[in-house]
């Protein structure tokens, strides 16, 4: 039976094996999925080990989404868009790299929750991998303005100039009065240590406020925000299904539904405020 696989360091925690064998239940495929343990400068060696297992398809997260996608033989345009990889599927005789994770927080965002992106003004907090997944969809979904903020502004000017797209820019968050922006976005790992991102207060105040976490990492922030004035807030949960039914529709050519497993996920996991 052909193998699939979700590869980054720590991975204890994740919830793919879950997700996927549930989907293989709604879809009527059996799936064997695992996690796999992999440490930065070792995804090379990982998937040598995988493909002698008849290993068809991974999901990579962090901090391994640069490392896969070096190592893809050739990449989606939403891969070659964001330079970062979330998912492999082994095709012909190489590494077709993907990357879910935009579709899955427009989904989520859009479908799941309900709420319009179009003409928004948006700030995306943090520059790193996983922001480097959404940044182009946000734009393809007609937002308005994209403001990134960084805690390393050259990596914020970094992620602008990768867009071509003169709706992005360098977040000024040393703003004053009201909220100039209708949605926030956190992209940055600081929920992982309890701890917040520097932002004015002021930011959140009838702001539509999403953290990429999910479950008690995203807690901290989202309590936070909803304490300040946000309109209304949510984790990232629902991005995690909804980018993983994307890497199985890839792998599997079926899109599986993914209403049934959020909720349960949802149960389990509780919510993020």
């Given at each position: ?73 050739r990449t989606s345009a939403r891969?070659?868009r964001a330079r970062a990889v ?174 049934s497993v959020l909720a349960h ?9």
């Amino acid at each position: 039976m052909s193998l699939y696989a979700v590869m980054g360091h720590p991975i204890g925690h994740s919830l793919s094996p879950q997700i996927h064998e549930a989907f293989g239940a709604l879809t009527g495929l059996d799936v064997r999925y695992e996690r796999r343990e992999v440490r930065p400068e070792g995804l090379a060696e990982a998937l040598s080990a995988f493909r002698v297992q008849d290993g068809r398809g991974a999901n990579i997260t962090v901090p391994l989404k640069g490392e896969a996608y070096a190592l893809a033989a050739r990449t989606s345009a939403r891969a070659e868009r964001a330079r970062a990889v979330n998912t492999l599927a082994w095709q012909g005789d190489g590494w077709f790299g993907d990357n879910t994770d935009g579709a899955g927080l427009i989904r989520d965002l859009t479908v799941n929750h309900g709420w319009s992106l179009r003409a928004r003004r948006v700030l995306l907090v943090g520059a790193g991998g996983a922001a480097q997944g959404i940044v182009g969809p946000l734009l393809d979904a007609g937002i308005a303005h994209l403001s990134i903020s960084n805690r390393n502004p050259e990596r914020a000017r970094d992620l602008v100039a990768s867009c071509r797209d003169a709706r992005a820019g360098v977040a000024d968050i040393g703003v004053t009065g009201a909220c100039p922006f209708e949605i926030v976005i956190n992209a940055t790992a600081a929920g992982l240590s309890g701890a917040l991102p520097v932002l004015p207060d002021v930011l959140f105040e009838g702001a539509i406020v999403y953290d990429l976490m999910y479950g008690p990492k995203a807690r901290t922030f989202l309590s936070h925000a909803r304490a300040h004035g946000a309109r209304e807030v949510a984790d990232g949960l629902g991005m995690l299904v909804e980018q993983a039914a994307e890497a199985f529709l890839l792998w599997w050519g079926v899109r599986p539904p993914t209403e049934s497993v959020l909720a349960h996920l949802r149960a389990e996991v509780g919510a993020g405020s």
